[in-house]
Protein backbone atom coordinates (compact mmCIF):
# COMPACT_ATOMS: atom_id res chain seq x y z
CA UNK A 1 0.00 0.00 0.00
CA UNK A 2 1.31 3.52 -0.83
CA UNK A 3 2.81 5.08 2.09
CA UNK A 4 0.26 8.01 3.66
CA UNK A 5 3.15 9.10 5.70
CA UNK A 6 4.91 10.06 2.26
CA UNK A 7 2.59 11.91 1.43
CA UNK A 8 2.20 14.13 4.26
CA UNK A 9 -1.36 13.65 5.10
CA UNK A 10 -3.58 13.83 7.86
CA UNK A 11 -2.12 14.06 11.19
CA UNK A 12 -5.13 12.89 13.19
CA UNK A 13 -6.77 9.33 13.72
CA UNK A 14 -9.40 10.30 11.43
CA UNK A 15 -8.61 9.11 7.50
CA UNK A 16 -10.60 11.02 4.11
CA UNK A 17 -10.89 8.79 1.32
CA UNK A 18 -12.10 11.19 -0.94
CA UNK A 19 -14.52 10.03 -3.63
CA UNK A 20 -14.60 11.41 -7.08
CA UNK A 21 -17.74 10.23 -7.65
CA UNK A 22 -19.39 13.59 -7.70
CA UNK A 23 -16.50 15.05 -9.50
CA UNK A 24 -16.58 15.99 -13.15
CA UNK A 25 -17.07 12.83 -15.15
CA UNK A 26 -15.65 14.31 -17.91
CA UNK A 27 -12.70 15.34 -16.59
CA UNK A 28 -11.95 12.82 -13.84
CA UNK A 29 -7.77 13.35 -13.67
CA UNK A 30 -8.56 17.28 -12.79
CA UNK A 31 -10.72 15.36 -9.91
CA UNK A 32 -8.11 13.25 -8.46
CA UNK A 33 -5.53 16.04 -8.45
CA UNK A 34 -7.70 18.54 -6.78
CA UNK A 35 -8.76 15.68 -4.07
CA UNK A 36 -4.91 15.41 -3.89
CA UNK A 37 -3.92 18.98 -3.50
CA UNK A 38 -6.80 18.97 -0.58
CA UNK A 39 -5.06 16.71 1.29
CA UNK A 40 -7.08 13.54 1.15
CA UNK A 41 -5.47 10.15 2.82
CA UNK A 42 -7.22 8.11 -0.39
CA UNK A 43 -8.77 8.64 -3.35
CA UNK A 44 -12.32 6.79 -2.89
CA UNK A 45 -13.24 5.21 -6.62
CA UNK A 46 -16.93 3.98 -6.61
CA UNK A 47 -17.11 1.34 -9.54
CA UNK A 48 -20.58 1.20 -10.37
CA UNK A 49 -21.77 -1.51 -13.18
CA UNK A 50 -25.57 -0.57 -13.78
CA UNK A 51 -26.45 -4.24 -12.38
CA UNK A 52 -25.79 -4.71 -8.96
CA UNK A 53 -26.88 -0.96 -8.32
CA UNK A 54 -28.58 1.38 -10.51
CA UNK A 55 -25.76 3.19 -11.83
CA UNK A 56 -22.93 2.83 -14.04
CA UNK A 57 -19.55 4.67 -13.43
CA UNK A 58 -16.16 3.85 -14.42
CA UNK A 59 -14.05 0.25 -14.47
CA UNK A 60 -10.46 -0.77 -14.02
CA UNK A 61 -9.28 0.76 -17.42
CA UNK A 62 -10.29 4.48 -16.10
CA UNK A 63 -8.67 4.11 -12.80
CA UNK A 64 -5.41 2.59 -14.57
CA UNK A 65 -5.08 5.81 -16.52
CA UNK A 66 -6.40 8.01 -13.27
CA UNK A 67 -3.17 5.94 -11.47
CA UNK A 68 -0.49 7.58 -12.41
CA UNK A 69 -2.13 11.12 -11.50
CA UNK A 70 -1.05 10.75 -7.40
CA UNK A 71 0.86 8.85 -5.02
CA UNK A 72 -2.54 9.05 -2.89
CA UNK A 73 -3.80 5.42 -2.38
CA UNK A 74 -6.29 4.33 -4.15
CA UNK A 75 -9.25 2.47 -2.42
CA UNK A 76 -11.63 0.91 -4.85
CA UNK A 77 -15.38 0.10 -3.58
CA UNK A 78 -17.16 -2.05 -6.23
CA UNK A 79 -20.16 -2.35 -6.23
CA UNK A 80 -20.34 -4.88 -9.63
CA UNK A 81 -21.75 -8.63 -9.21
CA UNK A 82 -18.70 -10.29 -10.48
CA UNK A 83 -15.98 -8.64 -8.90
CA UNK A 84 -14.08 -11.69 -8.77
CA UNK A 85 -13.90 -11.89 -12.87
CA UNK A 86 -12.63 -9.00 -13.18
CA UNK A 87 -10.50 -8.66 -10.05
CA UNK A 88 -6.75 -9.00 -11.59
CA UNK A 89 -7.68 -5.88 -13.59
CA UNK A 90 -8.03 -3.66 -10.43
CA UNK A 91 -5.00 -4.88 -9.30
CA UNK A 92 -3.13 -4.53 -12.30
CA UNK A 93 -4.88 -1.03 -12.41
CA UNK A 94 -3.22 -0.26 -8.92
CA UNK A 95 -5.47 -0.26 -6.19
CA UNK A 96 -4.09 -0.13 -2.97
CA UNK A 97 -7.51 -1.12 -1.33
CA UNK A 98 -10.55 -3.58 -2.89
CA UNK A 99 -13.49 -4.07 -1.16
CA UNK A 100 -16.69 -5.38 -2.77
CA UNK A 101 -20.14 -6.37 -1.30
CA UNK A 102 -21.09 -9.18 0.66
CA UNK A 103 -24.49 -9.32 -0.97
CA UNK A 104 -23.13 -10.79 -4.43
CA UNK A 105 -24.37 -13.97 -5.83
CA UNK A 106 -20.41 -14.71 -6.66
CA UNK A 107 -18.35 -17.19 -4.13
CA UNK A 108 -16.59 -14.56 -1.57
CA UNK A 109 -13.48 -16.09 -0.20
CA UNK A 110 -11.73 -17.01 -3.54
CA UNK A 111 -11.86 -12.95 -4.70
CA UNK A 112 -10.32 -11.60 -0.69
CA UNK A 113 -7.43 -14.29 -1.40
CA UNK A 114 -6.52 -12.72 -4.46
CA UNK A 115 -6.40 -8.95 -3.27
CA UNK A 116 -4.38 -10.25 -0.17
CA UNK A 117 -2.02 -12.53 -2.45
CA UNK A 118 -1.58 -9.19 -4.74
CA UNK A 119 -0.04 -7.66 -1.26
CA UNK A 120 -3.44 -5.29 -0.89
CA UNK A 121 -5.96 -4.86 1.76
CA UNK A 122 -9.38 -7.00 1.03
CA UNK A 123 -12.22 -5.90 2.22
CA UNK A 124 -16.27 -6.40 1.96
CA UNK A 125 -18.66 -3.82 2.30
CA UNK A 126 -22.52 -3.82 3.43
CA UNK A 127 -25.43 -2.30 2.56
CA UNK A 128 -27.91 -0.56 5.07
CA UNK A 129 -30.38 -3.65 5.24
CA UNK A 130 -27.56 -6.53 5.46
CA UNK A 131 -26.97 -7.43 8.76
CA UNK A 132 -23.35 -7.52 9.81
CA UNK A 133 -23.37 -11.11 10.80
CA UNK A 134 -22.71 -11.68 6.92
CA UNK A 135 -19.64 -10.78 7.02
CA UNK A 136 -18.49 -14.06 10.06
CA UNK A 137 -17.49 -16.35 7.43
CA UNK A 138 -15.21 -14.10 5.87
CA UNK A 139 -13.79 -12.64 9.19
CA UNK A 140 -10.17 -13.75 9.23
CA UNK A 141 -9.54 -12.62 5.74
CA UNK A 142 -10.88 -9.05 6.22
CA UNK A 143 -8.39 -6.09 6.84
CA UNK A 144 -11.27 -3.70 5.70
CA UNK A 145 -15.31 -3.36 6.90
CA UNK A 146 -17.23 -0.97 4.55
CA UNK A 147 -20.09 0.15 6.42
CA UNK A 148 -22.44 1.58 4.27
CA UNK A 149 -24.81 4.63 5.91
CA UNK A 150 -26.59 5.06 2.43
CA UNK A 151 -28.28 2.64 0.06
CA UNK A 152 -25.51 2.55 -2.61
CA UNK A 153 -25.59 3.68 -6.10
CA UNK A 154 -25.87 7.26 -5.88
CA UNK A 155 -23.76 10.24 -3.79
CA UNK A 156 -25.76 13.14 -1.83
CA UNK A 157 -27.79 10.76 -0.29
CA UNK A 158 -28.90 11.24 3.54
CA UNK A 159 -26.59 9.85 6.26
CA UNK A 160 -28.62 6.84 8.25
CA UNK A 161 -26.98 7.12 11.53
CA UNK A 162 -29.11 4.31 13.46
CA UNK A 163 -27.24 2.05 10.57
CA UNK A 164 -23.73 3.34 11.63
CA UNK A 165 -25.06 2.88 15.66
CA UNK A 166 -25.82 -0.25 15.26
CA UNK A 167 -22.64 -1.51 13.17
CA UNK A 168 -19.46 0.11 14.27
CA UNK A 169 -19.01 -1.58 17.40
CA UNK A 170 -19.59 -5.25 15.91
CA UNK A 171 -17.17 -4.16 12.62
CA UNK A 172 -14.90 -3.39 14.89
CA UNK A 173 -15.38 -6.58 17.23
CA UNK A 174 -14.87 -8.58 13.20
CA UNK A 175 -11.57 -6.78 12.98
CA UNK A 176 -10.56 -7.55 15.90
CA UNK A 177 -8.83 -11.41 15.32
CA UNK A 178 -6.29 -8.98 13.19
CA UNK A 179 -3.01 -8.59 15.19
CA UNK A 180 -2.81 -4.96 13.62
CA UNK A 181 -4.42 -2.66 10.51
CA UNK A 182 -8.34 -3.93 10.13
CA UNK A 183 -10.40 -0.67 9.32
CA UNK A 184 -13.70 0.47 9.76
CA UNK A 185 -15.04 2.68 7.11
CA UNK A 186 -18.17 4.38 6.77
CA UNK A 187 -19.64 5.33 3.55
CA UNK A 188 -22.45 7.70 2.38
CA UNK A 189 -23.57 10.91 4.06
CA UNK A 190 -20.34 12.02 5.90
CA UNK A 191 -20.19 15.88 5.75
CA UNK A 192 -19.34 18.70 8.69
CA UNK A 193 -22.91 18.01 9.63
CA UNK A 194 -22.36 14.01 10.64
CA UNK A 195 -18.64 13.65 10.86
CA UNK A 196 -18.40 13.95 14.91
CA UNK A 197 -20.85 11.55 15.17
CA UNK A 198 -19.39 8.85 13.13
CA UNK A 199 -16.31 9.66 14.76
CA UNK A 200 -17.88 9.13 18.25
CA UNK A 201 -19.05 5.73 16.92
CA UNK A 202 -14.83 4.86 16.44
CA UNK A 203 -14.32 4.74 12.37
CA UNK A 204 -11.17 4.56 10.90
CA UNK A 205 -11.85 5.86 7.44
CA UNK A 206 -14.57 8.99 6.32
CA UNK A 207 -15.70 8.05 2.71
CA UNK A 208 -16.80 12.10 1.33
CA UNK A 209 -18.04 12.41 -1.33
CA UNK A 210 -20.31 15.19 -2.22
CA UNK A 211 -19.41 17.19 0.82
CA UNK A 212 -16.05 18.07 -1.21
CA UNK A 213 -17.69 18.95 -4.36
CA UNK A 214 -19.97 21.72 -3.30
CA UNK A 215 -19.32 24.67 -5.89
CA UNK A 216 -17.41 27.76 -4.20
CA UNK A 217 -16.87 25.39 -1.39
CA UNK A 218 -12.66 25.16 -0.03
CA UNK A 219 -12.13 21.35 -0.68
CA UNK A 220 -9.15 21.43 1.48
CA UNK A 221 -10.64 23.80 4.72
CA UNK A 222 -13.91 20.95 4.23
CA UNK A 223 -11.22 17.81 4.49
CA UNK A 224 -9.49 19.55 7.81
CA UNK A 225 -12.47 20.32 9.09
CA UNK A 226 -14.41 17.08 8.79
CA UNK A 227 -10.90 15.23 10.16
CA UNK A 228 -10.84 17.49 13.08
CA UNK A 229 -14.58 17.22 13.97
CA UNK A 230 -14.05 12.83 13.74
CA UNK A 231 -11.06 13.42 15.78
CA UNK A 232 -12.99 15.21 18.46
CA UNK A 233 -16.12 12.71 18.33
CA UNK A 234 -13.47 10.02 18.52
CA UNK A 235 -12.52 11.58 21.87
CA UNK A 236 -15.83 12.02 22.75
CA UNK A 237 -16.53 8.57 22.12
CA UNK A 238 -13.85 7.49 24.20
CA UNK A 239 -14.41 9.63 27.27
CA UNK A 240 -17.88 8.88 27.83
CA UNK A 241 -19.14 6.93 25.09
CA UNK A 242 -22.27 9.29 24.49
CA UNK A 243 -22.85 10.94 20.90
CA UNK A 244 -21.31 14.94 21.52
CA UNK A 245 -23.39 18.02 20.96
CA UNK A 246 -20.81 19.21 18.15
CA UNK A 247 -21.64 22.80 18.63
CA UNK A 248 -19.77 22.52 22.30
CA UNK A 249 -16.90 21.49 20.54
CA UNK A 250 -16.25 24.26 18.93
CA UNK A 251 -14.53 27.23 21.17
CA UNK A 252 -15.04 30.71 20.68
CA UNK A 253 -12.07 32.85 20.06
CA UNK A 254 -13.27 35.70 19.39
CA UNK A 255 -15.66 38.55 17.88
CA UNK A 256 -14.53 40.82 14.93
CA UNK A 257 -15.92 43.22 12.05
CA UNK A 258 -16.40 40.71 8.89
CA UNK A 259 -12.92 42.19 7.36
CA UNK A 260 -10.82 41.87 10.74
CA UNK A 261 -12.40 38.25 11.68
CA UNK A 262 -11.44 36.77 7.84
CA UNK A 263 -7.56 38.28 8.61
CA UNK A 264 -7.17 36.11 11.89
CA UNK A 265 -9.18 33.15 10.41
CA UNK A 266 -6.50 33.89 7.56
CA UNK A 267 -3.49 33.56 9.78
CA UNK A 268 -4.70 30.50 11.94
CA UNK A 269 -5.92 28.41 8.72
CA UNK A 270 -2.51 28.82 7.07
CA UNK A 271 -1.21 26.98 9.85
CA UNK A 272 -3.41 24.06 9.35
CA UNK A 273 -6.02 24.73 11.87
CA UNK A 274 -10.30 24.72 10.90
CA UNK A 275 -11.70 27.65 11.46
CA UNK A 276 -15.36 28.21 11.86
CA UNK A 277 -16.58 32.21 10.50
CA UNK A 278 -20.22 32.78 11.64
CA UNK A 279 -22.47 35.94 11.68
CA UNK A 280 -22.40 36.45 15.23
CA UNK A 281 -25.43 37.65 17.56
CA UNK A 282 -23.14 40.25 18.97
CA UNK A 283 -22.85 43.96 18.61
CA UNK A 284 -23.84 45.92 15.52
CA UNK A 285 -21.12 47.76 13.92
CA UNK A 286 -21.59 51.43 12.70
CA UNK A 287 -21.82 50.04 8.82
CA UNK A 288 -24.85 47.84 10.25
CA UNK A 289 -23.47 44.67 10.30
CA UNK A 290 -22.82 42.67 13.09
CA UNK A 291 -19.75 41.01 14.16
CA UNK A 292 -18.59 37.42 13.38
CA UNK A 293 -18.18 34.99 15.75
CA UNK A 294 -14.41 32.56 15.24
CA UNK A 295 -14.85 29.03 16.57
CA UNK A 296 -11.75 26.85 16.48
CA UNK A 297 -11.67 23.26 17.67
CA UNK A 298 -11.87 23.28 21.93
CA UNK A 299 -9.20 20.66 21.57
CA UNK A 300 -6.53 23.35 20.41
CA UNK A 301 -8.02 26.65 21.99
CA UNK A 302 -4.84 26.91 24.16
CA UNK A 303 -2.52 26.28 21.42
CA UNK A 304 -4.18 28.99 19.34
CA UNK A 305 -4.36 31.27 22.35
CA UNK A 306 -0.89 30.50 22.79
CA UNK A 307 0.16 31.60 19.11
CA UNK A 308 -2.58 34.10 17.89
CA UNK A 309 -3.70 35.65 21.23
CA UNK A 310 -1.34 38.64 20.25
CA UNK A 311 -2.73 39.02 16.78
CA UNK A 312 -6.48 38.62 17.85
CA UNK A 313 -5.48 41.38 20.83
CA UNK A 314 -4.31 43.67 18.09
CA UNK A 315 -7.03 43.14 15.57
CA UNK A 316 -9.61 43.47 18.71
CA UNK A 317 -7.91 47.44 19.44
CA UNK A 318 -8.37 47.67 15.10
CA UNK A 319 -11.92 47.05 15.33
CA UNK A 320 -12.64 49.50 18.22
CA UNK A 321 -10.74 52.24 15.83
CA UNK A 322 -12.42 51.09 12.56
CA UNK A 323 -15.65 51.53 14.52
CA UNK A 324 -14.49 54.93 16.17
CA UNK A 325 -13.54 56.13 13.12
CA UNK A 326 -17.14 55.04 11.16
CA UNK A 327 -18.66 56.83 13.48
CA UNK A 328 -16.91 60.07 13.72
CA UNK A 329 -17.58 60.00 9.68
CA UNK A 330 -21.46 59.72 10.35
CA UNK A 331 -20.85 62.83 13.08
C1 LIG B 1 -22.38 5.59 -3.04
C2 LIG B 1 -20.89 5.56 -3.00
C3 LIG B 1 -20.30 6.62 -2.10
C4 LIG B 1 -20.67 8.04 -2.49
C5 LIG B 1 -20.47 8.94 -1.28
O1 LIG B 1 -22.85 4.40 -3.52
O2 LIG B 1 -20.41 4.32 -2.59
O3 LIG B 1 -18.90 6.47 -2.03
O4 LIG B 1 -19.90 8.49 -3.53
O5 LIG B 1 -20.96 10.19 -1.57
P1 LIG B 1 -21.60 11.15 -0.46
O6 LIG B 1 -20.48 11.49 0.48
O7 LIG B 1 -22.11 12.30 -1.21
O8 LIG B 1 -22.68 10.36 0.23
ZN1 LIG C 1 -18.25 4.31 -2.16
Known amino acids: MTDEAATGRGTGRARIAASILDADLGNLAHGVRRVTAAGADRVHLDVMDAHFVPNLTFGAKTIKALRPRTQVP ?90 LAAKAAGARQLLARKLYGGEVHVDGGINRETAEFAGSQGVDVFVVGSALFVRGRDMGREIRLIRALADEGYQYGLNDGKPPIPHDRMAHLASLPKHLAHRLMGE ?64
Open 268 to 331: IEATGIPVIMLRGEGQINPDGVRDYDLLVPASVEEHVVANHGTSRDRLLAEADDWRAGLLAKQG
Open 74 to 163: FDAHLMISEPGRYIEEYLDAGCDSVTFHVEIEEAIAPTLKAIKAAGRAAGLAVKPGTPLSALEPYADLLDIVLIMTVEPGFGGQAFMKDV
